[in-house]
């Protein structure tokens, strides 16, 4: 099998086509064409899980976020991002990301967030004329939870160290609209869709005010909101390619005393 196939079994799930303009998703380093030895998924790559990969024997890396992202003038090994490009093509391993286009489509990121909640009748938060793919995901809960009661849940479901929420108001939640990552910009959507609580990975200060009475708002964290895409990845290529690993590596940046 070589690594070609694999990219093309992801970009069967989610085309690359679906990424926003700002992404980079896709072949990161390496060569379609070169034979298989092992895959390791993660969400992030580092130095150390570029080391891990070498140790498990396996030449290709699948990853959520793209290791490159931003344009970059030159390879020098200033830097963990260029250290990375260069160690992994002196050791032969390949690396790929799925990430804005995996979030847009369902059976992608957001719809394993939802089904880490047991919601039901799920649809985009606000999706594309033909439904095909879109931003979000809203659905129901089997049975309303008050207020208090869902945030709890959420936080242990997502083993999140600290979760920030809105105030409380009293209300049942049973409406949930969500989007992993960086999902605030779809606060309105949620709104107009009269979503009882909105989750994702990072809400700003100031996004905090002024919607108390319409939505609950509940920011996990965006490794948290996330974490669940290295499985998500990880059962869908172990169909077809059974040399497959799940880091080992907790590539969370963010520390809480």
Known sequence: ??????????????????????????????????????????????????????CLGANMIISHHPLIFKGLKSITGSGYIERVIIKSIQRGISIYAAHTNLDS??????????????????????GNADGLYGSGIIGYLSL??????????????????????????GRQIKSVALCGGSGSFLIGDAIR?????????????????GNDENILLVDIGHYESEQFTVDLLYNEIKKHYPNCHKTNLKTNPINYL
């Open 1 to 54: 099998m070589t690594i070609g196939n694999v990219t093309d079994i992801i970009e069967a799930l989610a085309p690359t086509k679906y990424q926003e303009s700002y992404d980079n998703a896709g072949m990161q380093v390496g060569c379609k064409a070169n034979e298989l030895s092992g895959i390791l998924f993660c969400l992030d790559v580092t130095e150390a899980v570029l080391d891990e990969a070498e």
């Open 193 to 209: 869709e009269k979503a009882d609580v909105f989750i994702t990975g990072e809400i700003k200060y100031h996004d905090f005010f």
């Open 144 to 169: 309303p939870m008050d207020e208090l009661s869902f945030v709890k849940n959420v936080k242990k479901i997502f083993n999140c160290e600290s979760v920030r929420y809105s105030d409380i108001k």
């Open 105 to 126: 489509v369902i059976g992608g990121v957001n719809s394993m967030i939802a089904d880490k909640l047991s919601m039901k009748n799920c649809r985009f938060l606000a």
